[in-house]
């Protein structure tokens, strides 16, 4: 009898044990989650610091020239028409059908996702 008692105290013990166990986890899970959280948080603060707002629809994008090339087909040759942004479009060819910027249009044709509608 009294081995049975202490056998559901040793019993009762070990469970304690799992579930001081189990919070050690989900406290460690916590802690990577939160960690990981934060990470996300610090490329997104990084990622919108480079980002430029769009003259257009104020929407901020990594690259505005793809953007509005792509996104505002209409506005392209008046935003073109400025110095800054044709230094950065030098030695690229603008595809007029989807908008993307080559470095030549050869072959381009096939791939081109406006061709291929
Ligand atoms: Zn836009
Ligand atoms: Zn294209």
């Not at 980002?51 to 392209?76: I, L, N, R, T």
């Not at 230094?87 to 791939?111: A, I, P, Y």
Request: hydrophobic share 30%.
């Amino acid at each position: 009898m009294e081995d049975l008692m202490t056998g559901r105290y040793a019993f009762g013990a070990n469970q304690l044990h799992i579930m001081r166990a189990l919070d050690e986890i989900i406290d460690m899970l916590k802690n990577d989650y939160g960690m990981k959280v934060d990470e996300t948080k610090e490329r997104l603060k990084a990622d919108s610091s480079q980002k430029s707002e769009c003259p257009f629809c104020a929407k901020k994008v990594v690259d505005v020239d793809m953007h509005v090339s792509q996104s505002h087909p209409k506005e392209w040759k008046r935003y073109a028409d400025n110095d800054k942004v044709m230094n950065r479009l030098q030695g690229k060819v603008r595809c007029s059908g989807c908008g993307s910027f080559l470095k030549s249009t050869k072959g381009h044709d096939e791939k081109c996702p406006e061709t291929l509608l």
